[in-house]
């Protein structure tokens, strides 16, 4: 059952006429739990009241898999817009992207265009930016535009995915680079052929990567809210003697709170996925397809629309 809702929950998430709709509705069915707001002033009132409570946070301008130039263009304006934003609020934020957003589908140039503009910008304003990792089939031209982008800017990361079979090999390379990486488990619905289809190995191999990458001197970003990860990775920093200024823990808008408290109380650094926008459906079914559990609460807000 719960392996049915899931995969309806991917379906939904890459369907274009079920986005399009949701477009249409305004933040429903429990969406802002996930989902700071629809415009950016009321993102960054959420940021700004985050900073507050000690924690720092990576906004996004929510969207996806864009076909149509005008789109992808607009996209890239709405990333500026959230540079300007941080920069003219004094917020503490730094900014994450997806490529798909900003044209690779229709044409690698225009997405290679825009996140050079983005991290231009970036530069001047003195904010970091992570290019978020997608699905499988774009993952190659992402790993190669990072690569890139970070030959000519020191304030570009990228995202490594544990439940891929290849992230090991993807990771070896990236530190050669020097990357700043955020490890996740992955959040896309993945072949066997690609992914490990079994948990207890993707938590395993999350383990393998963040153990890899703290040693290997570049800044690691755990994301993740599994206690056991986050265990993990406060005894081996512990046992490394790895300085807090060279790790972060990352989660997201919404999800386990407490454990974000927890951390920010034993004094490391802590930083909070933001995003928000219009475009918030496919971002809301992977929260659902990640814990389907999360569909009563769906359900308990659907009788207040
Ligand atoms: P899990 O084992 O999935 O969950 C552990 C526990 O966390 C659960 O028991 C539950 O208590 C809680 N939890 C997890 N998910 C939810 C949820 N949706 N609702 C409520 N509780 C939940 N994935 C990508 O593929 N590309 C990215 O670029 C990317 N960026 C990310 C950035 C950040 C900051 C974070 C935190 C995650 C990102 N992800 C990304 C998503 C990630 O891949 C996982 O899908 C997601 O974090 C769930 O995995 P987990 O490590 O929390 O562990």
Not at 107 to 131: C, M, N, P, W, Y
Not at 135 to 160: K, N, Q, W, Y
């Amino acid at each position: 059952m719960e392996q049915w809702m899931r995969q309806g929950f991917h379906w939904l998430a890459a369907s274009p006429s079920a986005n399009r709709m949701a477009r249409r509705w305004g933040l429903r069915f429990g969406a802002a739990r996930f989902v700071a707001g629809e415009t950016l002033e009321k993102a960054l009132e959420v940021v700004r009241d985050l900073n507050h409570r000690g924690l720092e946070v990576t906004l996004d301008h929510l969207g996806e898999s864009v076909s149509d130039a005008a789109e992808a263009a607009e996209a890239a304006q709405a990333c500026l817009d959230t540079l300007e934003g941080i920069e003219r609020t004094g917020v503490r934020s730094h900014l994450s992207v997806k490529l798909t957003q900003l044209g690779l589908d229709i044409d690698r140039s225009l997405a290679e265009k825009h996140v050079g503009q983005i991290l231009e910008r970036a530069g001047q304003a003195g904010t970091f930016v992570r290019i978020d990792m997608e699905d499988s089939a774009h993952l190659p031209a992402t790993l190669e535009l990072f690569r890139e982008m970070r030959r000519r800017h020191d304030h570009v990361g990228i995202v490594i995915q544990a439940y891929l079979y290849r992230s090991e090999q993807d990771l070896r390379e990236l530190e050669d680079l020097g990357a700043n990486v955020r490890l996740v488990k992955g959040a896309y619905r993945e072949p066997p052929s690609v992914a490990f289809p079994d948990k207890r190995d993707v938590d395993q191999n999350m383990k393998k990567l963040i153990d890899m990458h703290l040693q290997s001197g570049c800044y690691t970003a755990v994301a993740s809210h599994d206690p056991q990860i986050l265990r993990h990775t406060r005894e081996r920093v512990e046992q490394w003697g790895i300085p807090r200024d060279r790790f972060e823990f990352q989660m997201l808008y919404g999800i386990r709170p407490d454990l974000q408290r927890d951390l920010v109380e034993r004094g490391y650094r802590v930083r909070i996925y933001v995003p928000y926008g219009t475009d918030w459906f496919a971002y809301f079914m992977r929260r659902l397809a990640e814990r389907p559990a999360n569909v009563w609460f769906v359900l308990k807000n659907v009788g207040r629309h």
